[in-house]
T-cell receptor, first 113, second 112 residues
Framework: DAEITQSPRHKITETGRQVTLACHQT?????MFWYRQDLGHGLRLIHY???????NKGEVSDGYSVSRSNTEDLPLTLESAASSQTSVYFC????????????FGQGTRLTVV | GNSVTQMEGPVTLSEEAFLTINCTYT??????LFWYVQYPGEGLQLLLK?????DKGSNKGFEATYRKETTSFHLEKGSVQVSDSAVYFC???????????FGKGTLLTVNP
């Protein structure tokens, strides 16, 4: 079955370190997204991509970057981790079409100490 | 810009009670509307959706109707079960824009 997987599922890192969270999907979807989930805020969009070599900033993109070198992967990099980036991160993908929704990964719980 | 407002809860119900979780939205044009469910420790799963006015989405006994006149998409279920305990998110996407805008989520706890 096609799926979307995130790794690692849990990570603890120190302030100032660079961290990369992986996202891999096997649906061949062009559209991929990264969200963060925080209590009281729901899910907020960090970055998104509509195809290879396309990347766009979401509403909370400061301190994060993504790259899209192939259809399957959209890694999220925290350039210099900060305590404010402690959160649960979700990757999602969607095919083209109005109202199709998106498929979500299981999430990565990141703690910055 | 787009926004979604949903009752934040938490909501606590007894098994077999009626459930309503309110959701209203602000968007330009004609958005598609969604309800997602998140069980403990898991990612989000699409529960139901509607893409045009008066459409009713339904799944697993849950229903929601796209009401353009009131910009609402309230989630309902006639008889909840303990297994429905989860966080429910209302969301929208606009036109050919695949980005989802989420509400803050509503925690539902169903007691036996």
């Amino acid at each position: 079955d096609a799926e979307i997987t995130q790794s690692p599922r849990h990570k603890i890192t120190e302030t100032g370190r660079q961290v990369t969270l992986a996202c891999h999907q096997t649906w061949n979807h062009n559209n991929m997204f990264w969200y963060r989930q925080d209590l009281g805020h729901g899910l907020r969009l960090i970055h998104y991509s509509y195809g290879v070599h396309d990347t766009n900033k979401g509403e909370v993109s400061d301190g994060y970057s993504v790259s899209r070198s192939n259809t399957e992967d959209l890694p999220l990099t925290l350039e210099s981790a900060a305590s404010s980036q402690t959160s649960v991160y979700f990757c999602a993908s969607a095919r083209e079409g109005r109202g199709v929704g998106a498929f979500f990964g299981q999430g990565t719980r990141l703690t910055v100490v | 810009g787009n926004s979604v407002t949903q009752m934040e809860g938490p909501v606590t119900l007894s098994e077999e009670a009626f459930l309503t979780i309110n959701c209203t939205y602000t968007a330009t044009g004609y958005p598609s509307l969604f309800w997602y469910v998140q069980y403990p420790g898991e990612g989000l799963q699409l529960l139901l959706k509607a893409t045009k006015a008066d459409d009713k989405g339904s799944n697993k006994g849950f229903e929601a109707t796209y009401r353009k006149e009131t910009t609402s998409f309230h989630l309902e279920k006639g008889s909840v079960q303990v297994s429905d305990s989860a966080v429910y998110f209302c969301a929208l996407s606009g036109g050919s824009n695949y980005k989802l805008t989420f509400g803050k989520g509503t925690l539902l706890t169903v007691n036996p």
